[in-house]
């Protein structure tokens, strides 16, 4: 196992078309045996890091250290890492034992009788020991994506590095590989980087996530850090499904409660002492789907809304209600199924609201540390 040290990484692209800043000021330090995942919506970066890491791209400022060895001038060949990519890029021709074998046939200097038992260990941590003997075509892709990280783990290299490896599967083959990373992660214990734009895979399989937009990093924490205390309101939204609720509100004052409003209709309210944050501001509020409570009577809620859509999802619902021009979501009982087009009732209570500077969309400061952080 090896550590990762990345300190003020930088990727830019230059091009008839001018200048692409790719990644910008990324710094990290992964331990021994983690693992990490890159998270983050196209185009944000998460690749790119992913492959300077590897050696497949150039850096343009920054240094990575693995295993406190400087390593970004070196070729991908002498940085002892392994990668799996999207694609399983199996060699068509040869067997799954042999592609699995490649690698160390032509990187050490194993007798054939020691490359042999390599292989049919490492197929059987993967449980395909009993098609090394078929051609890729002969296997379905969870079957080909074993092989490819047979093909990656076999070497047994200081870094795994993996690129959106289960975007190809379907859903419920994608749970099962996912369960699968997990188990073989704890078994073997090498330093992992996971890249992925599916919060599903980051949140079940990280030790920490790294949530990436613009080719910078917005927060690095395990699941539970981000999602109940975002630094801003990017990480907020990018984490949870459905996504968080933003709503733009002007902040009042009633006694020793902050009101926010939304054209002169009250949503929530927060004790003074709690917040930082002043009357007459802009704030955007957010709320999550599961912290909002509905009720059927107008006048039991805080405010009114009217439903516009109602998603039964078996064990619960999503109920989508419109304030004003804005649409809204709310995660509900299965038994609560307003009607389309009915005014219900709407509340949250004070610990479960978020707030965000307008200007900036960082988290604004609060005394509710289990639900509020600031990065100010």
Do not use: W
């Not at 690749?47 to 990575?64: D, K, P, R, Y």
């Not at 020991?129 to 379905?140: F, G, K, M, Q, T």
């Amino acid at each position: 196992m090896s550590n990762i040290k990345l300190e003020n990484m930088r990727k830019v692209y230059d091009d008839a078309k001018g200048t692409d800043v790719a990644v910008s000021g990324f710094s990290l330090s992964i331990d021994d045996g983690e693992f990490v995942v890159l998270v983050g919506p196209s185009g944000c970066g998460k690749s790119t890091t992913l492959q300077m890491i590897a050696g497949l791209e150039t850096v343009t400022n920054g240094q990575i250290y693995i295993d406190n060895r400087e390593v970004q001038m070196l070729d991908a060949s002498a940085r002892d890492v392994a990668m799996v990519f999207q694609k399983y890029a199996l060699y068509p021709t040869m067997s799954a034992r042999e592609n699995i074998e490649y690698g160390l046939k032509h990187s050490t200097d194993l007798s054939p009788s020691e490359r042999h038992k390599k292989v049919e260990d490492i197929a059987e941590m993967m449980g395909i020991r009993d098609l090394l003997e078929n051609a890729p075509s002969e296997l379905s892709g969870g079957q080909k994506q074993r092989v490819a990280l047979g093909r990656a783990l076999v070497r047994e290299p200081s870094v795994f590095l993996l690129d959106e490896p289960l975007s190809n599967l379907d859903a419920k083959l994608r749970a099962d590989m996912r369960r699968e990373l997990q188990r073989i992660h704890s078994e073997i214990g090498v330093t992992s980087v996971y890249v992925t734009h599916d919060q599903t895979e980051a949140m079940t399989m990280a030790d920490r996530i790294v949530v990436m937009n613009d080719g910078r990093i917005q927060q690095v924490g395990d699941a539970e850090d981000l999602y109940n205390s975002p630094n801003n309101r990017f990480v907020a939204t990018f984490i949870g499904s459905p996504s968080m609720n933003i709503i733009q509100a002007t902040v009042n004052k009633i006694n020793d409660e902050y009101v926010f409003k939304q054209n002169k209709k009250e949503l929530c309210t927060i004790s003074k002492s709690l917040v930082s944050t002043k009357v007459g501001d802009t704030v955007q509020i957010g709320l999550r789907p599961e912290d909002i409570t509905l009720f059927s009577t107008v006048t039991d809620g805080t405010f009114e809304a009217e439903v516009q859509v109602v998603e039964y999802q078996g064990d619960e619902n999503y109920i989508h209600f419109q304030l004003n021009n804005e649409t809204l979501v709310a995660r509900t009982d299965p038994k609560f199924s307003p009607d389309i087009g009915h005014n219900i009732g709407v509340s949250v209570a004070q610990e479960d609201i978020y707030l965000f500077r307008t200007n900036s969309n960082k988290a604004i400061k609060t005394k509710i540390q289990s639900k509020f952080h600031s990065a100010e």
